[in-house]
Nanobody, 121 residues
């Protein structure tokens, strides 16, 4: 089992940048595939980015080229660098962990509590 804690959210102007972090407990972080998801008010939670145990990366089309997911197994942390932010990126961002690689929300086993990202126009 793993516990996840996100940080790094906040208020930023359009065009700005933020870096989200997700710290994981436990000694087996390197055995998990990690994902970032987001949920805007009134909308379903959606996939943003994922990084596998072997560091393969996957992105939602709308963030490809602007967001970068990375992981540091020594620090048991996954990051989401978000550049060129847009108002439509406003949402609560969640990190998640799973034993197998997937981009599907309902297939992740472990979730953090979320961190709010607000992009003003």
């Amino acid at each position: 089992q793993v516990q996840l804690v996100e940080s790094g959210g906040g208020l930023v102007q359009a065009g700005g940048s933020l870096r989200l972090s997700c710290a994981a407990s436990g000694r087996t972080f390197s055995s998990y595939n990690m994902g970032w998801f987001r949920q805007a008010p009134g909308k379903e939670r959606e996939f943003v980015a994922a990084i596998t145990k072997s560091a393969d990366r996957y992105y939602q089309d709308s963030v490809s080229g602007r967001f970068t997911i990375s992981r540091d197994n020594a620090k048991a942390t996954v990051y989401l660098q978000m550049n060129s932010l847009k108002p439509e990126d406003t949402a609560v961002y969640y990190c998640a962990a799973n034993y197998y690689a997937t981009t599907r929300v309902n297939e992740y086993d472990y979730w953090g509590q979320g961190t709010q990202v607000t992009v003003s126009s």
